[in-house]
């Protein structure tokens, strides 16, 4: 069942280069559509290497939604993958659609917040890509539902490298950072709006999702997310309950008329 | 066991190939409770790999699995919203205590003598002297009447323009000069510049990057480039009481910049010294490294509407007090329809004055708690958990009927 799970990272892989994408094409309406980059060109390469690679890579390998045993103990699951309901069309589109939407919020509340004392707009990367760049891992690591030690220090290190290459970018000499020179360091880090900026996009940006997920977690789950519920309040050994949810799956109602009707019909076939 | 036919199986050594042939041994009862081990045996023993069957093979590390069940998804929207008011009301707290002045001057500071405004500004015979008044008002009654006050009361080219400034603003007091619609962020505008030549003497000739502004007859222009050559060249002159108000132009440009980008044996030469002049014009025996307003227009904007540090006032202005500013009209924006404002402003740890911050922190903290209360109710009202039997129709009914 767990190669099944690799077309998550697929979603997850379309989303995180909308997210950056949509950005630097959102930027280019400022620039009167000249080709100006928004971001400086190794942040721009270093994005899909250092700043969002292993958790995707961690995903693919690492995530399982429900354990070996379960697997085994519900062999529907594996219908999920052949029906194609993981890596449909709706979505793929649903997590670009994510993606898209919440860029304008990494790229626009920059102009609004007017953040920096000293110079009032200037250049981009060490204000935007941090806000991309932890949206798209924090949505990460709510999305995924197998949480290991090695995801922790992927995702949270992931950010953390941004940070870091910010810093040893900005420091190395002006002839190879040209115009990254120091911007991090002097004029972004000081200023306590950057830091309380950043935080509001990532909240900003999560919470579409979050309440997308605990509803349809809730009220609307599929077959996976069902056992994951039978897991946690513990009726995985009762046979009849997980009987109940196998006619779940297979059939879209278990009460009113269709219900009994099946029922009726079924017992008396045996 | 039926006997296997012998056959040519091929040209190939028959015992070369079963050195190649891998031998698969595997120990028994691979149930998922068990740690087998796969021994996979290529050629001799002296190419034996082993690969053990750790947990992480078997995809059973140690984790969590956290699951968004109704406890978790309320308290994290509560507290959200109860981290983001109260930062939110200490932000909107703070940028209502800046005090703010902006002035657009490029449309009244031309003599009413010119109908052309391109025109005006791009002779060198005419007089760009323009005289304003700000008032620090906190009285919105004064700000009203002195807006009646016929304008020849008042010097040529000044205008009573008040601003509802509500306090005393505190030094320093930071002046900007602010342009709308300048496209700093043109690529073609941001490549125009050499690096290389203004942080030392010796790439003096680098200019490639630079054209048109590169090299005159006389040699090549320090510093070269389009960015350079648009430097702005309005000035300022502040008094308040008849008493003049020192602009400090200490420590407006980034410290780094000044020790790393701007080199201090590069000093300007044939600057602005083509037919066509684009802005201000520099001190031929000051090192880069001191042109401070040259290194703080070659930080380029990122957006079209900018603000630049023009010096500071290290004095405080009383509130209702009148300053009055001596603009030198210079720079020319009538060609591509841009603007011109003065900003005249005091900061606090949030910058500048800036209520969006505040703003979308609450915004973001009174959705998450209404989300809160939202999903109480919708989780109150529909209790039913998933799947639990007792609500099947047919259980209803212990004695099986189904009516």
Redesign the interface.
């Known amino acids: 069942h767990?190669v099944v799970l690799p077309f998550r990272q697929i979603c997850y892989f379309f989303y995180k280069n909308v997210a950056f994408g949509v950005t630097v094409f959102l930027?280019e309406a400022?620039?009167?559509f000249?080709?100006?980059a928004a971001y400086n060109d190794w942040y721009l390469s270093f994005y899909n290497v250092l700043f969002t690679a292993l958790p995707t890579l961690a995903l693919g390998v690492?995530d399982?939604d429900v354990?070996?045993?379960f697997c085994?103990k519900f062999p529907l699951l594996y219908q999920e993958g052949v029906q194609n309901v993981l890596l449909s069309w709706r979505r793929i589109l649903g997590w670009m659609f994510n993606g898209l939407t919440m860029s304008p919020l990494h790229l626009l509340?920059w102009?609004?917040?007017?953040?920096?004392?000293?110079?009032?707009?200037?250049?981009?990367e060490p204000q935007c890509i941090p806000c991309v760049v932890w949206v798209v891992n924090v949505q990460m690591a709510i999305s995924?539902?197998?949480?290991?030690?090695?995801?922790h220090i992927v995702i949270w290190g992931s950010v953390f490298n941004w940070y870091l290459f910010s810093f040893a970018y900005g420091s190395m000499?002006?002839?190879l950072s040209?115009?990254a020179?120091?911007v991090f360091l002097?004029?972004c880090s000081p200023?306590?709006?950057y830091w309380?900026?950043v935080l509001?996009v990532v909240?900003?940006a999560v919470?579409p999702y979050?309440?997308y997920?605990?509803i349809t977690?809730?009220?609307f789950?599929m077959y996976h997310q069902?056992i994951?519920?039978?897991?946690?309040?513990g009726q995985s050994n009762d046979p009849?309950?997980c009987n109940?949810?196998h006619q779940?799956c297979i059939r879209p109602t278990?009460?009113?008329f269709t219900?009994?009707a099946e029922?009726?019909s079924r017992s008396q076939r045996k | 066991m039926p006997p296997t036919p012998k056959g040519n199986d091929g040209p190939t050594d028959t015992t070369k190939r079963s050195s190649k042939k891998p031998k698969l041994i595997v120990s028994r009862r691979c149930g998922y409770n068990r740690d087998p081990t796969y021994l996979w045996v290529i050629g001799t023993s002296r190419y034996a790999w082993r690969i053990i069957n750790s947990r992480f093979t078997q995809q059973e590390l140690p984790a969590c699995k956290p699951i968004l069940t109704p406890g978790w998804v309320i308290t994290t929207f509560i507290f959200v919203g109860i981290i983001f008011i109260p930062i939110g009301l200490a932000s909107l707290f703070a940028s209502q205590q800046v005090v703010e002045i902006v002035e657009r001057y490029d449309s009244d500071c031309i003599s009413s003598s010119f109908s052309d405004k391109e025109d005006f500004i791009k002779r060198s015979d005419t007089n760009k002297t323009c005289i304003k008044k700000l008032l620090v008002s906190s009285s919105f009654l004064l700000e009203m009447s002195l807006r009646l006050i016929p304008h020849q009361l008042f010097y040529e080219n000044a205008l009573a323009v008040s601003f509802q400034v509500h306090k005393h603003m505190k030094s320093p007091v930071f002046v900007y000069y602010q342009i709308d619609h300048f496209y700093q962020n043109h690529r073609r505008y941001v490549k125009s510049r050499s690096d290389k030549q203004l942080r030392s003497k010796g790439y003096e000739d680098l200019t490639a990057t630079c054209e048109p502004e590169a090299k005159t007859n006389n040699g090549p222009i320090v510093p070269c480039g389009l960015i350079a050559w648009s430097l702005f060249n309005d000035t300022y002159g502040f008094s308040v009481k008849n008493k003049v108000l020192e602009v400090s132009k200490k420590n407006i440009a980034w410290k780094s910049d000044k020790e790393s980008k701007f080199g201090s044996n590069v000093y300007p030469k044939n600057f602005q010294s083509s037919g066509v002049i684009g802005g201000a014009k520099l001190n031929a025996s000051k090192p880069l490294s001191e042109q401070d307003d040259l290194i703080v227009w070659m930080r380029t904007a990122a957006l079209p509407t900018f603000r630049k540090l023009y010096g500071h006032i290290e004095v405080d202005l009383e509130a209702n007090e009148t300053i009055t500013v001596v603009i030198q009209n210079n720079y020319n924006t009538y060609s591509f329809g841009g603007k011109k404002k003065l900003v005249l402003s005091t900061t606090s740890w949030i910058g500048g004055k800036n209520d969006f911050l505040g703003i979308a922190y609450l915004t973001v903290g009174g959705l998450c708690l209404f989300l809160a209360v939202s999903f109480i109710i919708v989780y109150v009202a529909k209790p039913r958990p998933l799947g639990d039997p007792s609500f099947l129709s047919w259980n209803r009914n212990p004695a099986g009927h189904l009516n």
């Open positions: 767990f930027f400022y620039t009167s000249s080709g100006q690492l399982q354990s070996t045993r085994i509340t102009p609004f917040a007017n953040v920096v004392r000293l110079l009032a707009w200037i250049f981009w995924l539902s197998y949480f290991t030690l090695i995801q000499p002006p002839n040209t115009n020179y120091k002097i004029a200023a306590p709006s309380l900026l509001f909240i900003a919470i979050y309440s997920t605990a977690m809730r009220f789950p069902m994951q519920w039978i897991r946690q309040e009849e309950y109940m949810v779940r278990t009460v009113g219900a009994r029922a009726r």
